[in-house]
């Protein structure tokens, strides 16, 4: 990719950029929110048009204009959000919109012959060194293993580049050992991969070479042996780096948060902690443990069945978020899209939507106020946006 340019309304995403994949390595490509690494990996994937610029592949100029294209050029890209159909199997889903012909009868009526197609699918799995069952139905399977079968999906493409978005977010340790082996297996098959991370330990760990992005630039190429963490890190921000995470001395004091004994069947069992004013409480566990549960209900996103909530000693009746909103109990979710998030209303109508009880007076919402108090927050929080009106989808991932 050569000189690629890409602008919004308002804002330049990115200025003269230029990458390089080579056959059989890992390419980590990493920057700070809004650095412009998804649109750049859109614009090879065919989702987004570039103003400018060059894309070749194995030396030949390669007009990458939708998905489709790409996908006959031979990049696949895996995205944070799979696109894959829950209620389809894993076999389906690979050959989606791709199905195999039949013969004889079967071409004439038009079945689908999924014995051979079940078969393609156990030797892709194989290829990649895991058991799934191709008949296993994708919105039963793990995170992990539906990320498998996306890229048993590009596998039979007949993708040479592979491009994988944050692929261990929602990934147990021994999940994500298991994927760098798979990837380390495509490597070795010539495939050349993109990897985008905000994990830097796994950018060491599993790449080759390392791209930094920042404000839309390409700022360095360099071999992973060749740089340190603080030195990735100073590239990334722009400025030299005295201390990574710098220590605040905070007083903790007495107990904000209790809860005692929460429950919701079938998700959670007698849940109990505390947290202190001051405090940071870190709530762990694997995949399906109850963690995203327990935070729904106390928002009360879902109801409980029992247990006890309690701030600064008063006991809430919390059911409905905007009782914990009242309460002063904010959740960011798990899936922003889906739950978090208007995206087609404006960053700013976002912004006021859990805070009208106080931004509106006589059912009207006071512009001013509204305007004040978002450019206050989005000054804080240095959120990248062209205007505060634009639809929220158009902001990068972290900035969302």
Known sequence: MTGIDKSFPGVQALRQVDLELRAGEVLALVGENGAGKSTLMKILGGAVRPDRGLICIQGEPVPI??????????????????????????????????????????????????????????RL???????????????????????????????????????????????????VARLFEVIRELKSQGIGIVYISHRLEEVFEIADRVMVLRDG???????????????????MVGRELSDEFPKRSVQVGPPRLVVRGLGRAGSVRDVSFHVRAGEVLALTGLVGSGRTE?????????????????????????????????????????????????????????FALPNLTWLARAGFVRRRLEAECFDRYARDLRIKLADPNQPVRNLSGGNQ
Do not use: W
């Open 65 to 122: 204009s939708s998905p489709q294209s790409a996908q006959t050029a031979g990049v696949a890209v895996i995205y944070q959000e799979f696109n894959l159909v829950p209620g389809l199997s894993a076999a389906d889903n690979i050959f989606l919109g791709r199905e195999r012909r039949g013969t004889g009868p079967l071409a004439l009526f038009g079945f689908v012959p999924r014995r051979r197609e079940h078969a393609e699918a156990r």
């Open 125 to 175: 799995f194989e290829r990649l060194g895991v058991a799934i069952d191709p008949a296993a139905i994708c919105g039963r399977l793990t995170v992990a293993q539906q990320q498998i079968v996306e890229i048993a999906k590009a596998l039979s493409q007949q993708a040479r580049i592979l491009v994988m978005d944050e692929p261990t977010a929602a990934l147990t340790s021994g999940e």
């Open 217 to 235: 630039r390409h700022v360095a190429t360099v071999p992973v042996p060749d740089v340190t963490r603080t030195r990735l890190i100073e590239m």
């Open 294 to 350: 327990t935070a729904r209900l106390i928002f009360g996103a879902d109801r409980p069945d029992a247990g006890d909530i309690r701030l600064d000693g008063r006991p809430l009746k919390i059911r409905h978020p905007r009782h914990a909103i009242h309460a002063g109990i904010g959740l960011l979710t798990e899936d922003r899209k889906l739950q978090g998030l208007v995206l087609n209303q404006s960053v700013r109508n976002n």
